[in-house]
Nanobody
Framework: QVQLVESGGGWVQTGETLRLSCEAS????????MAWHRQAPGKAREMLAS???????VYGLSVKSRVTVSRDHGKPTISLPMIDLHPNDTAVYFC???????????WGRGTQVTVSS
């Protein structure tokens, strides 16, 4: 099992910045991919950004211009600073961990981000 601990969510004003972080522990087995997703009320979960241990990055189109994903070299962590937040960024944000070439995948419990106008 892999445990994911998310941090950085909270309440912010329109235009502000926040930084989401996630650390995996337990049966971490690189090569792997870590990612951030989000789900707003009444909407489907969407992928925001992912990064593999090999450095391959994929961004979701809705946030591509406002985020920069990173991972600490050699550590099972992922960070996602988001700039210029607006109310439609309000959602629960989830960390995701997947072991490449396997069906092993895990979700964090989620962290709420609320952006007020």
């Amino acid at each position: 099992q892999v445990q994911l601990v998310e941090s950085g969510g909270g309440w912010v004003q329109t235009g502000e910045t926040l930084r989401l972080s996630c650390e995996a522990s337990g049966k971490v087995s690189p090569p792997d991919i870590m990612a951030w997703h989000r789900q707003a009320p009444g909407k489907a979960r969407e992928m925001l950004a992912s990064m593999s241990t090999g450095g391959r990055i994929v961004y979701g189109l809705s946030v591509k211009s406002r985020v920069t994903v990173s991972r600490d070299h050699g550590k099972p962590t992922i960070s996602l600073p988001m700039i210029d937040l607006h109310p439609n960024d309000t959602a629960v944000y989830f960390c995701h961990y997947r072991v490449i070439y396997t069906t092993d995948l895990y979700w964090g419990r989620g962290t709420q981000v609320t952006v007020s106008s």
